[in-house]
């Protein structure tokens, strides 16, 4: 059974950092396509940047140049480094193996997170302050 673990949220002021990490377990494909999504209580579900498996990676227009998407195989661990936070970033943040193909246009398109083939982990809270 796939399991995702994320950790790494936390609280920070606007214009900090944090590293949001996701740990895969139970994989038997080489090949999952992980993303990051996040969700506030006033706000669906979003998609935030997706990586496959050959490090290819696409992102959602409101974290470009300042949220990276990268991933260690060897760990089974993607991460999502998030620079020059702002308090609209602030939200629960999910890891999610996506069966979307290609993996770098799952941000962009909505109907991806209906995919019952997906696989979510519990998330983590981001919060930033003003």
Known sequence: QVQL??????SVESG????????????TS?????GWFRQT???????????????????ADSVKARFTISRDNAKNT???????LRPEDTAMYYCAALAW?????AVQHS???HDPRNVWGQGTQVT???
């Open 5 to 10: 673990v994320e950790s790494g949220g936390g």
């Open 16 to 27: 900090g950092s944090l590293t949001l990490s996701c740990v895969a377990s139970g994989y």
């Open 30 to 34: 080489n090949d999952p396509c992980m």
């Open 41 to 59: 209580p006033v706000k669906e579900l979003e998609g935030v940047a997706s990586i496959g498996s050959d490090g290819s990676a696409g992102y």
């Open 78 to 84: 993607v991460y999502l480094h998030m620079y020059n």
């Open 101 to 105: 193909r290609p993996c770098d246009e």
């Open 111 to 113: 109907v991806v997170i």
């Open 128 to 130: 930033v302050s003003s």
